[in-house]
């Protein structure tokens, strides 16, 4: 029943949307510069349904999509303050609050279709401090730039030109693999494969965070990053290795900001190194060969430290004021045990998002975005031995790319209150020819102040 009152509620706010005249005027004063607050809070809520149709599957495994009609909803709820500490020092903490689950428990498909789906899902409402960090910059002189209040930005002035530390637990996404068009599953594509590089192992608990430091240096028109985070003590966990010299996750980007006219445009190169006690694809499908047990098991050869390495690229870049295309490419060896986000090795997407300027609603965007997923080969044999990885674990495997495509049209009904309507395909969901396609509909409600 309370997933059936949701779904309406969210449909009665897309019917409003269509029907009402837009709330709020479409010419905004004109900005000034903000002054030094010593303090904000923010709160922001996120409602999403989803369903999938039946769909071809001659065979099911532990980490499948069950093939059947599913509605599935999940909430979350973040308050979040921070405090001015000293010149440049600030101190930041988010309150998290989900309900909820993703579809088949959020397995079955790589391209996993609501961002907003955690790994561990919950009947009833929990509670988390998901981020706290420290935040300290150092300016370098020179020209300065204003900073508008935002959930992790107090407003005030900064130099353009600066050093940052951040130290806390906090989101690798927050800081890492940015992208103007497809980055927030709260505001902009709902699918896992849009809002992040899938290639990426970013370091992230069952809930997406995880404790680490970062510094950064920024120029008017580029900025190097690095982080230097914590990770699980075994794969999709909550629990950290304590060895942190020894079990961690690397990750340095490079961004170049630059301008076509005077259309903004961005590319940020990525390159990351994890360590951890993951285990080998290669030795676990050597294993089930040579003793006859299968499936094939990775857990048992993970005794020792092993690499895992890949790199990704993201672009973002504005065509005219209402329009602007993105796109991602990453890579990773493949090698060893899938550790926090997802069992891809190969990923490359991209789409447009178009303001809605051009029919008298500049506060909506329709978006299309899609691309493909892929694994290498030993994962592939892995896989296919009946191993499982985070996301991937059908039994068996008749491998080929997955394929997914999502489009949304969002709209403002009020600058404060978003709805949204999706619609999202996967072809070969899991990498997995024998089953699929999967259609997924689904609606979003977003509150922000």
């Known amino acids: 029943m309370r997933q059936t009152e949701q779904i309406a509620g969210l449909v009665g706010g897309m019917i409003f949307c269509a029907t009402a005249a837009a709330a709020e005027p479409t010419n905004s004063p004109a900005a000034t510069e903000p002054l030094e607050a010593p303090w904000n809070w923010h709160t922001q809520a996120t409602v999403v349904a989803e369903g ?89 002189g020179g020209e300065q730039e204003p900073v508008e209040d935002d959930m992790f930005e107090l407003a005030g002035k900064r130099d353009v ?39 990426w192992d970013y370091p992230a608990d069952a809930l997406g965070y995880m404790t680490g430091a970062t510094v950064e240096l920024n120029e008017r028109r580029w900025a190097l990053r690095y982080g230097f985070f914590q990770t699980p003590r075994r794969s999709n966990g909550m629990a950290l290795d304590p060895a942190f010299l020894q079990a961690w996750a690397m990750v340095t980007e490079f961004e170049w900001r630059y301008a076509l006219g005077e259309r903004p445009g961005s590319v940020r190169v990525l390159g990351y190194l994890n360590r951890a006690h993951m285990g080998s694809y290669g030795a676990a499908v050597a294993s089930a060969l040579s003793t006859g047990i299968y499936p094939a098991d990775a857990t048992v050869t993970n005794g ?58 500049p506060d909506d965007t329709f978006a299309v975005g899609g691309g493909f997923n892929g694994i290498s080969k030993v994962h592939q044999d892995y896989l296919a031995a009946g191993g499982i990885g985070i996301l991937a674990g059908d039994g068996a495997l008749n491998y080929g790319w997955e394929q997914f495509f999502e489009t949304y049209y969002d709209c403002a009904i009020t600058h404060w209150l ?11 969901p899991a990498f997995n020819r024998d089953r699929g396609p999967v259609h997924v509909f689904g609606l979003r409600a977003h509150v922000e102040f």
């Open 304 to 361: 020792d430290y092993r690499y895992k390495f890949g790199t990704g690229l993201s672009w973002d870049q504005a065509l005219t004021k209402n329009l602007g295309v993105f796109g991602r490419l990453g890579w990773s060896d493949g090698r060893t045990e899938a550790w926090h986000f997802n069992d891809v090795d190969e990923s490359a997407t991209a789409g447009f998002s178009l303001r809605g300027g051009g029919w008298g609603r």
């Open 52 to 140: 999938n149709t039946h769909f071809t599957a001659p065979y099911e495994g532990t980490r499948s999509l069950p093939d059947v009609n599913s509605v599935r909803e999940t909430v979350s709820f973040d308050l979040v303050g921070g405090v001015r500490l000293w010149s440049g020092a600030a101190a930041f903490a988010d309150a998290l609050v989900w309900q909820g689950f993703g579809l088949g428990n959020a397995v079955g498909l790589e391209a996993f279709p609501n961002g907003e789906a955690f790994k561990l899902g919950t009947k009833l409402p929990n509670i988390t401090m998901a981020r706290v960090f420290l935040r300290q910059s150092f300016g370098l």
């Open 418 to 428: 978003h709805t949204s309507a999706h619609y999202e395909f996967v072809a070969n």
């Open 161 to 199: 030109s600066r050093l940052t530390f951040t130290v806390g637990k906090l989101s690798a996404k927050d800081l890492f693999d940015g992208n103007a068009y497809a980055n927030d599953p709260r505001t902009q594509f709902l699918d896992w494969s849009l809002m992040a590089n899938n290639a």
